[in-house]
């Protein structure tokens, strides 16, 4: 086998691509050759059960395993054409079947966004957080989360680059669109809130609330992926990351534990959310979560949300009223989805290569760094989770020349 590939450069000399995501070509050998050889015995037992040697006598071997057949015989030696990026490539006709490996359904993409320093936006929520008691640490309401880097435009930027699969975009927001991104481009749709809401609920500042009715997305795919905007694809993925050809989900399970007890007021938001979750699928099941889950794409699947609006109406009413982060709410995208699809037989845990940072930490160069020297994660997030006043500025502009550097080419979102 054979490898060719192009070496991608960006403006700055930085490797987009390169061998990994280029074309094999193998080598094929006539099977006749093969019994004939030294190592006819090895073939033969690399190949079976799959052909005898009468088989093999009449067909052509692979030089090593492959997704449909290791061995093809003459008869199945049928001519066709197989279409790659919009191009026909000759082929054998097995090789153009539909494996149930194959993830055909299609898949949309939906994001949650607010620039947070907009000053309309900014001034309706202090008015309408005047007095209220958040029953939550002060790092989960505070002003990191909603200041924004323009982490959207590049996380879009790395789906066009390295997640092509996808077939629409909705953004959800709060009467807002970033300055930049091109609304009449195909593919893309912005999503107010009052287009999923109730009348009377909103506005609502809580991104557990708005989680709740993310599958009332008109013309949203049954299967789907929720993103943050501060999520990123790091090098090219393909559907089977996120699901299995059944529609079955792949889960991004973390090792991190929600730990026990009730809620907490100084907990992490995502903890207490996810103990309450607990407490509801421990009354039906009978079973205890333990796990959290990394901040990657979240694989959706539009009939458990169904499922769990209807089944525990009270706890999703409750935190979709929710205006701000509270103890009381539940994670609706991720815990009560995940831990409910996989008791119901619709998600198994998945495997993803991911790295995390905190940019309100001090590690923030040295994780940055490593970032650049390979791209050797499937997806990275940037989260702002409580960032010192002092470090705003610096921050932002050097999250922002990273990403720049990362995903250096616009995509079709943006404005020209």
């Known amino acids: 086998m054979l490898r060719f590939g192009v070496v991608q450069l960006g403006p700055a000399g930085q490797v987009l691509a390169g061998p990994r995501e280029g074309c094999d070509v193998e080598f094929w050998r006539d099977g006749a050759d093969v019994l004939a050889g030294p190592s006819a015995e090895a073939e033969l037992a690399r190949v079976s059960p799959q052909a005898s040697a009468d088989v093999l006598a009449v067909s052509l071997v692979a030089p090593r395993r492959n997704r449909i057949s290791d061995v093809m015989p003459t008869s199945e030696q049928k001519p066709a054409k197989i279409t790659v990026r919009g191009r026909d490539f000759p082929t054998f006709e097995p090789f153009t079947m539909t494996t149930v490996d194959d993830v055909t359904f299609p898949i949309d993409v ?4 607010v620039d947070g320093e907009d000053p309309v936006l900014r001034a309706k929520r202090e008015r309408y957080s005047t007095g209220a008691d958040a029953k939550i640490a002060a790092r989960e309401v505070g002003e990191s989360r909603y200041t924004s880097h323009d982490e959207l435009k590049y996380s879009l930027r ?35 809130h009052k287009d999923i809401f109730p009348e009377g609920v909103l506005p609502v500042f809580n991104s557990h609330a708005i989680e709740t009715r993310l599958h009332h997305i008109p013309g949203l795919s049954d299967h789907y992926l929720y993103f943050n905007d501060d999520v990123f694809v790091g090098r090219k993925v393909t559907p089977g990351h996120f699901f299995h050809g059944n529609g079955v989900a792949r889960l991004p399970f973390s090792s991190y534990q929600i730990g026990v007890g009730a809620p907490h007021p100084l907990a992490a938001a995502p903890n207490s959310a996810a103990r309450n979750v607990r407490r509801h699928l421990r009354g039906t099941f009978g079973r ?65 290569k991911y790295r995390y940072i905190d940019t309100g930490k001090p590690h923030l160069e040295e994780r940055i760094e490593a970032l650049k020297k390979r791209r050797g994660y499937d997806f990275f997030c940037l989260n702002d989770v409580d960032m010192e006043p002092s470090r705003r500025e610096f921050v932002r502009a050097y999250v922002r020349d990273f990403l720049e550097w990362y995903f250096p080419c616009p995509s079709r979102f943006e404005r020209p």
């Open 110 to 113: 939906v994001y949650t966004w």
């Open 158 to 192: 790395s789906l066009e680059m390295y997640a092509d699969f996808v077939r629409h975009v909705y953004i959800v927001t709060d009467g807002q669109a970033p300055e930049w991104l091109n609304t009449e481009a195909p593919g893309v749709t912005v999503v107010d």
């Open 288 to 352: 205890s979560i333990t796990h959290k889950f990394l901040h990657t794409p979240h694989p959706q699947l539009r009939d458990v949300m169904n499922e769990l609006e209807s089944t525990y109406a009270d706890a999703m009413s409750q935190t979709m009223r929710s205006r701000f982060r509270s103890i009381d709410d539940i994670a609706p995208a991720a815990s009560f989805h995940h831990h409910y699809a996989l008791l119901t037989g619709r998600a198994v845990p998945g495997k993803f």
